[in-house]
T-cell receptor, first 111, second 117 residues
């Protein structure tokens, strides 16, 4: 079945850029999403990218999509302590109308 | 607009019992999806309801069931609880049903933390 993989942890220094990576297996995905989950809070949509795009930028966030390698990344520029959270990659599977989720990457900010 | 609400927020049950979780979507949203979240495993899709009909179902046993009411509120039921059912259960609502080629933002509730002893 479809699989979405992410590293479980990423540690960066405050002020540096964070790059969270995600790989998936279903090539027919039309929409790919990044969600953020903070402790005690619900999941919040950060950004998304349509499959015919290579890049999308939204303020400090940059999403890169490499369809050939089935690789999605989220770059957070100038990482702040408020960016500490778990970041989930989710891929919409056209074949069964389901969102398939990665296990989430916990972003740890070092002072 | 009020966000997605889920009740109860925390629940402790013992093996063999059954449990009902409730979700109230954002006003005007007609689609409700349920997910199970466990540490290190991400979210696993349970089912999606739209206009009181189950449109889609994930790979969970028949002990997991749900329904949606005419006001779009949804309930999820788990019967004969097992230790492995301990998880955070998330509900998400969206305006329309999930569809191919259609951007569809899901808005999540805070979840119900179920612990099975």
């Amino acid at each position: 079945g479809e699989d979405v993989e992410q590293s479980l942890f990423l540690s960066v220094r405050e002020g540096d850029s964070s790059v969270i990576n995600c790989t998936y297996t279903d090539s027919s995905s039309t929409y790919l999403y990044w969600y953020k989950q903070e402790p005690g809070a619900g999941l919040q949509l950060l950004t998304y990218i349509f499959s015919n795009m290579d890049m999308k930028q939204d303020q400090r966030l940059t999403v890169l999509l490499n369809k050939k390698d089935k690789h999605l990344s989220l770059r957070i520029a100038d990482t702040q302590t408020g960016d500490s959270a778990i970041y989930f990659c989710a891929v919409f599977m056209d074949s069964n109308y389901q969102l398939i989720w990665g296990a989430g990457t916990k972003l740890i900010i070092k002072p | 607009k009020a966000g997605v609400t889920q009740t109860p927020r925390y629940l402790i049950k013992t093996r063999g019992q059954q449990v009902t979780l409730s979700c109230s979507p954002i006003s005007g949203h007609r689609s409700v999806s349920w997910y199970q979240q466990t540490p290190g495993q991400g979210l696993q899709f349970l089912f999606e309801y739209f206009s009181e009909t189950q449109r889609n179902k994930g790979n969970f046993p028949g002990r997991f069931s749900g329904r949606q009411f005419s006001n779009s509120r949804s309930e999820m039921n788990v019967s004969t609880l097992e230790l492995g059912d301990s998880a955070l259960y998330l509900c998400a609502s969206s305006l329309e049903a999930v569809a191919i080629g259609s951007y569809n933002e899901q808005f999540f509730g805070p979840g119900t933390r179920l612990t099975v002893l």
